[in-house]
C-alpha cells in the first residue's frame, strides 16, 4: 500500500515537473497549425486571420491589421503616422517598407527654437506644427503592391466597417484616452470623437468614427494616392493651413516611402535580421547583442544583479553611440558597419568592469569604423507558406500630436520631436541627440522602432517588436536573450520582467514588481543608480515557429491588452 502510494506520489511529481515551464511561469503561447497574428488588439488580430482564411497571406493579413488598429487603436495604430514594415517571404527574399513620415518642405533646422535659441516647450510635440508628412497609407499600400495577394479594397473594407459601425472599447483604450484627455481636449474635432466632449467613454461602450469611415471609403473607393492628392489631401492641408502647420498639398503629393534592406548580424550562431536607419534600433540591438556574446549570461541566470548589470553596460554603450552617429542614412553619413562589426563590441566589451558601473558621463561615443510607452504599435504575422510580417509604426506620442485633421477622422502625428531640435537638449523620451539628425526637408527622423526576426539554420525562428521609444531597443534586447540565452518559450520572453538605460539620464528604469530588493542592492553597490518609480515598458507582440512540427505559436504581452489569434 506504502510502496503504491509512493509510485502515485512519484508519478504525480514526474508528470507535473513535465508540464511546468523550464522558468518564468506563463501561459503557454497560442497555437495554431496554420496562420498566427499578434498585435495589441484582439479585433485587429482577428481581422488579420480572417483574411488568410480568405486566401491572402501575411502580407495582405499586415496590411488589413495595419489598418483595423487605425479603428480600434487610436493611441498608435494610424493612418496619420509612419513605420517601417519587414517583410521576410516563404522563398528567404526580405525587404523592409520604410513609411516613415517626412519633414515638410517648410521645415528647418531651427524651427522649434525661439529667438534666444532656446527649445519652445511642447512645439514640436504638440499640435499642428508637431506633425511630420504620414507615411502609412503609402506604405501599406506599398507592401500590398509588391507581396500581397488581395486587392486594396478589400483588405481596407474591415477597417471601414469597424470604423463606421463602431467596435467594443476595452479597458486599455479607455484609460489610454482619459490619460490623455489633457492632450486631446485642446483640438475640437480630438475632443469631440475621442472625449464625447469630455463625458469618457467606458470600458464596453462602443467607439463608432463616422468621419474616419468617411476617409476610409474614399480610399477603398478612389485607391491609397486619394491620401496623398485627393479631397483627403486636400482637408488635411486646409486644416493645417488654419492652424500654423507647416505641411502643405506638395508635400503630401511628394511623399514616397522607401524600400530597404535588413541590417544583419549573429547571435550565438543565430542571424539577427532588423532594422536599418532611419531608425537606431537594428545597429543598437545588434552593437549589444555583440557585446553580451563575451559573457555566460545563461550561467548568471536571467534577472540576477550579474546579467542585469552587463546588459545595462552594453545599454549605456549603445545609446551613447546612438546620440552621436545615427540619423536618416539618406542624408547623413551613418557608420553603421563600424556600430555592428564584431571587432568594435570586443573593444567595447573591454571597458565594462564587471564589478563597477561606468558613469555613463565618462561614456563618450567610440569610434567605429567608418517609459512606459504604448504610443506606437508593433504586430507581427505568419501564414501558412511560411511569410513573415515584423510591423512596427506609430504617431510617435499617444495620439500622436492630439490634433484630428478636420474632416477626415485622421489623428495626425508629432513624430518631428523625433528629430534634434537642438543638440545637448533631451526630446520627449529625454534622449539627446546629434546634428546628425537635425530637422531638414524630406528627411525622416531617427526612430527607435526596432521590427526584428531571429533565424535558426537559415529558418525564420521568431519576430518581434514592441513600441515605447527608446525602450524598444532594449525590449527587443531581452526577448532575444531571454529566448536564446535562457530558454524561455516566446510567451515567457515577452513576460518576464524589463529594465532600460539609454546612456542619458544615468539611471536604470525598472518595472513594478521587476527587481527584488536583494539584487537592486548589489547592483547600487555596483554604482548602479534607480529611476525613482517604477513603469511598465513595451508591449512586444511576437510570432515564433515551433521549428520540429512547423506549429506557429503567438505571443501578446500582458502589460497591455494584446491577443494573438491564430488558424
Ligand atoms: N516615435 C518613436 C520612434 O520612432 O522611435
Redesign the pocket.
Known amino acids: 500500500m506504502k510502496r503504491q502510494a509512493c509510485a502515485i506520489l512519484l508519478t504525480i511529481l514526474i508528470v507535473a515537473s513535465m508540464s511546468i515551464a523550464p522558468r518564468a511561469a506563463s501561459r503557454e503561447p497560442v497555437r495554431a497549425r496554420h496562420g498566427m497574428v499578434a498585435s495589441t488588439s484582439e479585433i485587429a488580430s482577428r481581422v488579420g486571420v480572417e483574411v488568410m482564411q480568405r486566401g491572402g497571406n501575411a502580407i495582405d493579413a499586415a496590411v488589413a491589421v495595419g489598418l483595423a488598429l487605425a479603428v480600434t487603436w487610436p493611441a498608435a495604430g494610424n493612418i496619420g503616422g509612419g513605420?517601417f514594415m519587414m517583410i521576410r517571404r516563404a522563398n528567404g527574399d526580405t525587404e523592409i517598407i520604410d513609411y516613415?513620415e517626412r519633414a515638410p518642405l517648410a521645415a528647418s533646422r531651427e524651427m522649434y527654437l525661439d529667438k534666444k535659441g532656446d527649445v519652445i516647450k511642447g512645439a514640436s510635440t504638440v499640435g499642428y506644427r508637431a506633425v511630420g508628412v504620414p507615411g502609412t497609407v503609402a506604405g501599406l499600400s506599398l507592401a500590398l503592391e509588391r507581396h500581397g495577394k488581395l486587392k486594396w479594397a478589400d483588405v481596407i473594407e474591415p477597417a471601414r466597417k469597424l470604423a463606421a459601425d463602431g467596435f467594443t472599447m476595452n479597458y486599455h483604450l479607455t484609460r489610454g484616452l482619459e490619460g490623455t484627455s489633457k492632450l486631446l481636449t485642446q483640438f475640437p474635432d480630438s475632443k469631440r470623437i475621442f472625449l464625447r466632449d469630455g463625458r469618457f467613454y467606458q470600458e464596453g461602450e462602443r467607439l463608432v468614427q463616422p468621419e474616419l469611415a468617411e476617409t476610409l471609403t474614399r480610399l477603398k473607393e478612389k485607391g491609397p494616392r486619394e491620401f496623398y492628392e485627393g479631397k483627403t489631401a486636400q482637408l488635411i492641408a486646409e486644416d493645417m493651413k488654419a492652424n500654423g502647420g507647416l505641411i502643405t498639398e506638395q508635400d503630401l503629393k511628394e511623399y514616397q516611402p522607401a524600400v530597404r534592406k535588413p541590417v544583419k548580424g549573429t547571435y550565438r550562431g543565430y542571424e539577427i535580421v532588423t532594422m536599418p536607419p532611419p531608425?537606431?534600433?537594428g545597429a543598437a540591438l545588434l552593437e549589444m547583442l555583440n557585446i553580451l556574446e563575451h559573457y555566460n549570461l545563461a550561467e548568471m541566470g536571467p534577472g540576477s544583479s550579474d546579467t542585469i548589470h552587463l546588459l545595462v553596460e552594453a545599454q549605456r554603450r549603445a545609446f551613447a553611440d546612438r546620440a552621436e552617429f545615427m540619423g536618416d542614412a539618406d542624408f547623413v553619413k551613418v557608420p553603421l558597419e563600424g556600430l555592428i562589426s564584431k571587432k568594435y563590441a570586443d573593444d567595447l566589451a573591454k571597458t565594462i568592469d564587471p564589478n563597477h558601473a561606468t558613469p555613463s558621463e565618462k561614456i563618450r561615443a567610440g569610434a567605429p569604423a567608418g517609459y512606459e510607452s504604448t504610443?506606437?504599435t508593433h504586430f507581427t504575422v505568419i501564414d501558412e507558406e511560411g511569410n513573415v510580417v515584423s510591423n512596427?509604426y506609430?504617431l510617435?506620442?499617444g495620439f500622436g500630436s492630439g490634433a484630428t485633421a478636420r474632416g477626415t477622422g485622421v489623428l495626425l502625428n508629432n513624430?518631428m520631436?523625433?528629430f534634434t531640435s537642438k543638440p545637448g537638449v533631451p526630446n520627449a523620451?529625454g534622449l539627446l541627440q546629434s546634428e546628425n539628425n537635425a530637422i531638414a526637408p524630406r528627411k525622416r527622423?531617427?526612430?527607435?522602432?526596432t521590427p526584428t526576426i531571429v533565424m535558426k539554420d537559415g529558418k525564420v525562428w521568431f519576430a518581434i517588436g514592441s513600441?515605447g521609444?527608446?525602450t524598444?531597443i532594449n525590449t527587443v534586447l531581452q526577448v532575444v536573450v531571454n529566448v536564446i540565452d535562457f530558454g524561455m518559450n516566446i510567451q515567457q520572453a515577452i513576460d518576464a520582467p524589463r529594465f532600460h538605460h539609454q546612456w542619458m539620464p544615468d539611471r536604470i528604469a525598472f518595472e513594478p514588481l521587476g527587481i527584488n530588493r536583494d539584487t537592486r542592492s548589489a547592483l547600487e553597490k555596483k554604482g548602479h543608480v534607480f529611476a525613482e518609480k517604477p513603469g511598465n515598458m513595451g508591449d512586444a507582440e511576437g510570432v515564433m515557429i515551433d521549428l520540429k512540427t512547423g506549429m506557429r505559436l503567438g505571443a501578446s504581452d500582458p502589460r497591455s491588452g494584446g491577443v494573438p489569434i491564430g488558424y
Open positions: 513605420g516613415r531608425s537606431s534600433g504610443q506606437t512596427t506609430t510617435n506620442g513624430e520631436d523625433d523620451y527622423p531617427l526612430s527607435a522602432m513600441p521609444g527608446p524598444i
